[in-house]
């Protein structure tokens, strides 16, 4: 008749765990309770730490969206800047040639002895266009 | 009042239930994750086990379908988590008695360590498995040993494990159904008193 193997402490364990879950369904609520009162257990005290808990999980992980949603809103405003308006290169140096002459102590700054990339050109054109030192448009056409 | 089906991200449909839930349901949950603790798991108190329940939720590992009860939808969620990590802890016992290079019979602790303790992890692991497979037997044998003298509970557990209906244990051993009852409700306070978790929950 025996459906557990007499050595097998486990199976035993989850059976007893089944015979547990169905009797605690079948307690009614005023009758459960009375039994964590008698346990010296507050059921409030339990009913508030465990929605305590979710809450807070909740809150985190609805910062960690928010988060989540801004990082996606700043990376889509980077890309969008990437795209904005420019003169041609041959302008933006010619533009910044005459600022550096007018301005010397941007040029320093902006050298510092190095040979500059496009992206370098096209940065600190933006930078100053930012700073309200060149007018956005400055191009030729 | 919004319904299950007017909310649709999980965090707020999450949040209603929790705050609809009653004293009383929450003592249920509470009860049923002290019992998925029996036996070990990594999972240490009931309140551990179920957060780990809706932490899974929240973060899609899990699927709370739309419509089912939040009580019935995350007491199976504790009850899977805390299976699977016994079976887990199970297999590392298995695994490691398997492929231990010692010829001479079942190796100890010592040499699972001292075959595969070159990382910190399996040290861990090897300890953790070792445990909760100790930790089983012990939970069997608390309950046994208490109820060693009560005839009607230890029929009572013989007729849980062997899957015997209460009308045979009369019939056999005249147990009466409200000795059975009565049996069984003493079996589940005890689990109730004497499994609170691992530690203070």
């Known amino acids: 008749m025996s459906q557990i193997p007499k050595n097998d402490s486990r199976a035993k364990i989850k059976a007893i765990e089944q015979a547990l879950i169905e009797d605690v369904y079948e307690v009614s609520d005023p009758e459960l ?7 010296g257990i507050d059921i409030k005290e339990i009913a508030n730490s465990m929605r305590g808990g979710a809450l807070d999980l909740i809150i985190k992980e609805r910062r960690k969206s928010l988060a989540k949603a801004r990082a996606g809103i700043l990376v889509h405003s980077v890309s969008k800047s990437d795209r904005r308006l420019r003169p041609n290169l041959e302008t933006i140096k010619r533009g ?6 007018a301005k010397p102590s941007l040029a320093v700054a902006f050298r510092q002895g190095k040979s500059q990339s496009e992206a370098d050109w096209y940065s600190l054109w933006d930078d100053l266009v930012e700073l309200g030192e060149i007018s956005e448009l400055n191009d030729e056409h | 009042m919004a319904t299950d089906e ?5 965090a707020s449909r999450l949040e209603h239930a929790v705050i609809q839930m009653t004293d009383a349901g929450w003592g249920r949950l509470y009860r049923l994750a002290q019992y998925f603790l029996l036996g070990g798991t990594t ?3 009931p309140r551990e086990l179920f957060n780990e329940a809706v932490q899974r939720t929240l973060d899609g590992r899990r699927n709370w379908p739309l419509g089912e009860p939040f009580g019935s939808y995350i007491w199976m969620v504790m009850r899977s988590i805390a299976d699977a990590d016994r079976r887990m802890l199970a297999n590392a016992v298995e695994l490691l008695a398997n492929d231990t290079p010692s010829a001479n019979g079942a190796p100890s602790d010592t040499d699972r360590i001292a075959d595969f303790g070159w990382k910190e992890s399996a040290v861990d692991q090897v300890l953790e ?14 309950i046994e040993d208490h109820f060693k003298d009560d005839q ?9 494990e062997d899957n015997i209906p209460p009308r045979e244990l ?17 079996l589940r306070r005890f689990a109730d008193r004497q499994f609170p978790g691992r530690r203070n929950a």
């Open chain 2, 129 to 142: 498995a070792a445990h909760a497979k100790k930790q089983v037997e012990e939970d069997l044998r608390v």
């Open chain 2, 170 to 186: 009369e019939a056999d051993y005249g147990l009466s159904i409200k000795q059975y009852e009565s049996a069984r409700k003493k």
């Open chain 2, 152 to 160: 009607d509970v230890m029929l009572v557990i013989m007729a849980i």
């Open chain 1, 96 to 101: 910044l040639a005459e600022l550096f002459q």
């Open chain 2, 6 to 10: 007017d909310l649709t991200d999980i």
């Open chain 2, 43 to 45: 999972y240490q108190s």
């Open chain 1, 33 to 39: 309770e009375k039994e964590f009162t008698q346990d």
